[in-house]
RNA sequence: GGGGGAAUUCCAGAGCGGUCAAAUGGGGCAGACUGUAAAUCUGUUGUCUACGACUUCGAUGGUUCGAAUCCAUCUUCCCCCA
């Protein structure tokens, strides 16, 4: 099977400008292709985990990627799939991130000569002077176009700047110019980019008279609709320091039944066929499912030792027998104990289990806290020496298990 | 530039000068049921040295015995007119 049916077997493919020219292209890995990253935290995460596996396939049908990392266009803030303005970065924090992404890309793409390439749109947009730009590109964008686009229409209740209002001119220009500098033919990004990637197409048009391409990637979303990859407390991001690979296998060992094949195609590199196998899964099956997904994903962010790693731990933890030397932990220092004893309250704020002694309280009178297997009361308390040799093991709600040292 | 309106806890959104740590919904957390799923039901959801105390309602001052509620100034946002 070509690349360009491949990714339309899994469902990677939302939309697309011109279908036959690209997958002319594609199939016959004449494309340069970009894809841009905008350096909003100082990790990637799952969202963008998706665009680099595209990139990832792409180049192994010897297609070229570009890695262009918004230095530039971080400056801005793209209005695209919020309701509310971005909080503006600092010149500091962006470039701070954009090291951070091109360190985790490494991992996955391969750059150098020949290979992918890794751009930076500071580069570029810094230097532009705002009359010469809108002399030269200004005349490109129709205002009543730009309006109707959907990543406008929704701000257009809530209020949009005429700063984020630019983030489309600038991303245009962006694959204007790399158009004829280094040759990129087509942009790839996330479905909410549409309206954006449509500008460049149509700005290299009209500058240059001539055919540039765009295609979206189907965003993940959750049979709910909400975009996957987020937790309540935040992102899962690829970052070990951030997101530990336990809980990085977790997330995904958690999907719902309704979305993990959709996962396992769109995710991971296990052939088609195989899939299609599993398709026919059913019920308690699905089980199985999830933690090839899990296990799949864990393996391609943080190498197949970690895999293993996370995949045992979950194994044991949740088929009974207990001891586990990979489950997250906290170091208890000394001045933690009060006396050489420390309450349980203060034991699951000090392990981050709770935010707070309130919280902790209410979780324990709830009954959903274990320690060493035994339901806890409010008033227990726990002696230095109790945490000696491997220490407790605390497990809260279903799910959660840490471990408390000395 | 002129006129009008809004700001409340994680989000949305009630809130009469005392009975407001603040209705309701969503989300979160936990319990039951399960398959580490979904749906459903139950409890809970500011902090603490916890039948009590303390700090919150955009910011700062003021009126009052008492302010989320009234007044002044400021900040931010929205709407209408130009």
Redesign the pocket.
């Known amino acids: 099977m070509e690349i360009y049916e491949e990714l339309k077997a899994r469902g990677l493919i939302a939309q697309v400008t011109d279908e036959e020219e690209i997958r002319e292209l594609v199939n016959n890995g004449k494309a340069v292709f970009y894809i841009g990253f905008d350096p909003t935290a100082d990790s990637l995460h799952v969202g963008h985990f998706m665009a680099l596996c595209l990139m990832k396939r792409l180049q192994m049908a010897g297609n070229r990627p570009i890695a262009l990392i918004g230095g530039g266009t971080g400056m801005i803030g793209d209005p695209s799939g919020r309701t509310d303005m971005r909080q503006m970065m600092t010149p500091e924090m962006i470039q701070h991130n954009c090291d951070c992404f091109k360190k985790q890309m490494e991992r996955f793409i391969e750059f150098g000569e020949g290979k992918a390439m890794m751009l930076n749109n500071a580069e570029w947009l810094l230097n532009l002077n705002y009359v010469e730009l809108l002399r030269e590109v200004g005349g490109c964008f129709s205002v009543n176009n730009m309006l109707r686009a959907e990543c406008y229409k929704q701000r257009m209740?809530?209020?949009l700047s005429f700063l984020e209002f630019n983030y489309m001119i600038m991303q245009s220009y962006d694959f204007y110019h790399m158009f004829q500098t280094v040759g990129c033919n087509m942009q790839f990004g996330g479905d909410d980019q549409w309206s954006n990637m449509l500008g460049g197409t149509e700005l290299i048009r009209k500058k240059l008279g001539k055919d540039a391409y765009a295609m979206t990637i189907t965003l993940l979303l959750n049979s709910?609709g909400k975009k996957m990859g987020k937790t309540?407390s935040g992102a899962v991001w690829l970052d070990p320091a951030k997101t530990s690979p336990f809980d990085f296998y977790?997330y995904w060992?958690?999907?719902?039944?309704a979305d993990v094949l959709k996962c396992i195609r769109m995710l991971t590199f296990l052939p088609l066929e195989d899939i299609d196998a599993m398709d026919q899964w059913e019920?308690?099956q699905?089980?199985r499912a999830?933690e090839i997904l899990a296990y799949e994903l864990t393996k391609l962010v943080h190498g197949e030792a970690e895999a293993e790693k996370a995949q045992e731990t979950?194994?044991r933890l949740?088929t009974g027998a207990g001891e586990a030397e990979h489950m997250p932990a906290t170091v208890l220092a000394d001045a933690q104990f009060d006396g050489g004893k420390i309450g349980i309250?203060n034991l699951l704020t000090a392990c981050g289990l709770c935010?707070?002694?309130?919280?902790a309280?209410?979780?324990v009178q709830?009954?959903?806290v274990t320690v060493n297997d035994k339901k806890p009361e409010v008033s227990d308390v726990f002696a230095r020496d109790d945490f000696s040799g491997d220490g407790i093991v605390i497990k809260?709600?279903?799910?959660?298990f840490h471990r408390a040292q000395i």
Do not use: H, M, V, Y
């Open positions: 209740e809530k209020g709910e309540a977790q060992r958690n999907t719902g039944d019920g308690s699905l089980n999830k979950a194994k949740f309250l935010a707070s002694n309130g919280e309280r209410r979780l709830q009954g959903g809260k709600g279903k799910k959660i």
